[in-house]
């Protein structure tokens, strides 16, 4: 792999991404930044992708920006960077994507997770956006994606106590889409970026895209916006294909056209 702090895996449609700075519990320091969003981007644009997959370790999904990095930053020069603005494309990725989460999701971490379509946690995962602690707060969306997936009463407490909350917690505010055993966490999400991947790519991506336009607009411009994407699905050779295989009583075959 030509990268230093992440690995990249094929599995015929599905990619698998798993954050490597283990030691540092996979503190996203600026090079992991740099290196998971553009392997994320060119994954993205290519057509034989149908699913990534971001995972960490069993101990850390990841432990949150890199501190040792950040410590000695100034303000403008964060602002003249524009500082973790880069995390923002992976929200813009037209691929599904799903966060496999296990141990420590932590700031940026439990950020990062929530810039992925999908959130299957292990047994073992644990959300917080402890920055407040740091004497910062929340810098790659956390006060915003946080407090639309759970709402404003967890959404402050996390974010003002800085206390973490284990995966049932999580599920049952709304945050992950599942709990798994920690032993089948990777297997689940493989399994689940599959199925994703065998769908029409089309169609897939314009359901990724009705869904978050739920989180930027009113309920009668979203559901105008729908509209407007399902009539369109009936153009695509995928439409006629996946209902005559269900009229036939086939596994339909997509070409993503
Ligand atoms: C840099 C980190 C790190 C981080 C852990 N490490 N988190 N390094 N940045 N965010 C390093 C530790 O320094 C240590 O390195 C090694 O990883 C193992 O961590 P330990 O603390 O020894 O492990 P443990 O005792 O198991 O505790 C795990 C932990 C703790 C509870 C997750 O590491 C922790 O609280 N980490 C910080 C969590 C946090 O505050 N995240 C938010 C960051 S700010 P050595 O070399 O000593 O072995 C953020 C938002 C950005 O993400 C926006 C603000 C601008």
């Keep these: 792999s030509a990268y230093e702090t992440i690995l990249v895996e094929r599995r015929g449609r599905v990619a698998l991404l798993t954050l490597n700075r283990p030691k540092a519990l996979n503190?996203?320091?600026?090079?992991?930044?740099?290196?998971?969003?553009?392997?994320?981007?060119?994954?993205?644009?290519?057509?034989?992708?149908?699913?990534?997959?971001?995972?960490?370790?069993?101990?850390?999904?990841?432990?949150?920006?890199?501190?040792?990095?950040?410590?000695?930053?100034?303000?403008?020069?964060?602002?003249?960077?524009?500082?973790?603005?880069?995390?923002?494309?992976l929200g813009r990725l037209r691929t599904p994507t799903i966060a496999a989460v296990a141990g420590h999701a932590l700031g940026g971490g439990c950020e990062l997770a929530m810039l992925c379509d999908l959130l299957i946690a292990a047994d073992t995962a644990r959300?917080?956006?402890?920055?407040?602690?740091?004497?910062?707060?929340?810098?790659?969306?956390?006060?915003q994606r946080l407090t639309r997936a759970v709402g404003k009463a967890k959404a402050m407490d996390l974010c003002l106590t800085g206390r973490t909350m284990?995966?049932?917690?999580?599920?049952?505010?709304?945050?992950?889409?599942?709990?798994?055993?920690?032993?089948?966490?990777?297997?689940?999400?493989?399994?689940?970026?599959?199925?994703?991947?065998?769908?029409?790519?089309?169609?897939?991506?314009?359901?990724?895209?009705?869904?978050?336009?739920?989180?930027e607009t009113t309920l009668a411009e979203g559901v105008h916006f729908e509209r407007r994407l399902f009539h369109s699905v009936f153009a695509f050779a995928d439409q006629k294909e996946g209902m005559a295989a269900f009229v036939e009583k086939r596994e339909p075959e997509f070409r993503n056209e």
Aim: charge should be negative.
């Design 27 to 89: 503190a996203l320091n600026a090079r992991l930044m740099e290196e998971l969003v553009g392997a994320a981007e060119e994954l993205d644009r290519d057509p034989d992708t149908g699913c990534l997959v971001i995972t960490g370790s069993e101990r850390a999904f990841a432990a949150g920006a890199d501190i040792t990095e950040m410590a000695p930053r100034t303000s403008v020069e964060m602002y003249l960077r524009d500082w973790f603005s880069a995390w923002d494309r």
């Design 127 to 143: 959300f917080g956006q402890p920055e407040v602690k740091l004497g910062v707060i929340p810098g790659i969306g956390g006060s």
């Design 166 to 215: 284990d995966a049932t917690e999580a599920e049952r505010a709304g945050l992950v889409s599942r709990i798994v055993p920690a032993a089948d966490l990777l297997t689940e999400a493989l399994a689940a970026a599959e199925a994703i991947a065998r769908l029409s790519a089309p169609a897939a991506m314009m359901a990724k895209e009705a869904v978050n336009t739920a989180f």
